[in-house]
T-cell receptor, first 112, second 110 residues
Framework: SAVISQKPSRDICQRGTSLTIQCQVD?????MFWYRQQPGQSLTLIAT?????????ESGFVIDKFPISRPNLTFSTLTVSNMSPEDSSIYLCSGMNTGELFFGEGSRLTVL | TQLLEQSPQFLSIQEGENLTVYCNSS?????LQWYRQEPGEGPVLLVT?????EVKKLKRLTFQFGDARKDSSLHITAAQPGDTGLYLCAGETSYDKVIFGPGTSLSVIP
């Protein structure tokens, strides 16, 4: 199994600012994904982070709002741009090997 | 759009009782997975079922994949307080993405 570390683990941000979340995996994974989760609810896939190319976004998520980078097989970043209170959520990075997903503990973001 | 449904959404039972959680979809998935998530942590994979009709057991947990590979169930025998958590079914699509059901929040009361 892979161990995934995210930072920051939590942050409180002002409306209109941007925050970048970093995700580091301790071993190479074939796929990396970013999910969003409201407390007590399920996970919604934001995008697939593709190494060396633009991420593949799900319906309802756009690159201008959630730019994603993946410069190598073990690292990815998600930026939440021009934040509003509606962006308050838990953002989870995950890695996949042979169909199994591994998650970090998530980044809890509160936008005031 | 492939969607997963789960029932029940919430479940509160006494320690020692049995329970079943259901996961249904109108679509076929390459595999179905069950995850358990505790507060403040990411989901942790419990099991992956791939073959229609497949049954897997993990101690007191029994997982079943429907013959048509569109539905699955999780049965817990003699539930314990440590089983408390959010149980999520997830389907792997043909595009190597994993989408999640809405989850079942289980509370086991001592």
């Amino acid at each position: 199994s892979a161990v995934i570390s995210q930072k920051p683990s939590r942050d409180i941000c002002q409306r209109g600012t941007s925050l970048t979340i970093q995700c580091q995996v301790d071993s190479q994974v074939t796929m990396m994904f970013w999910y969003r989760q409201q407390p007590g609810q399920s996970l919604t896939l934001i995008a697939t982070a593709n190494q060396g190319s633009e991420a593949t976004y799900e319906s309802g998520f756009v690159i201008d709002k959630f730019p994603i980078s993946r410069p190598n097989l073990t690292f990815s970043t998600l930026t939440v741009s021009n934040m509003s209170p509606e962006d308050s959520s838990i953002y989870l990075c995950s890695g996949m090997n042979t169909g199994e997903l591994f998650f970090g503990e998530g980044s809890r973001l509160t936008v005031l | 759009t492939q969607l997963l449904e789960q029932s029940p959404q919430f479940l509160s039972i006494q320690e020692g009782e049995n329970l079943t959680v259901y996961c249904n979809s109108s679509s076929v998935f390459s595999s179905l997975q069950w995850y358990r998530q505790e507060p403040g942590e990411g989901p942790v994979l419990l099991v992956t079922v791939v073959t229609g009709g497949e049954v897997k057991k993990l101690k007191r947990l029994t997982f079943q994949f429907g013959d048509a590979r569109k539905d699955s169930s999780l049965h817990i025998t003699a539930a314990q307080p440590g089983d408390t958590g959010l149980y999520l079914c997830a389907g792997e699509t043909s595009y190597d993405k994993v989408i999640f059901g809405p989850g079942t929040s289980l509370s086991v009361i001592p």
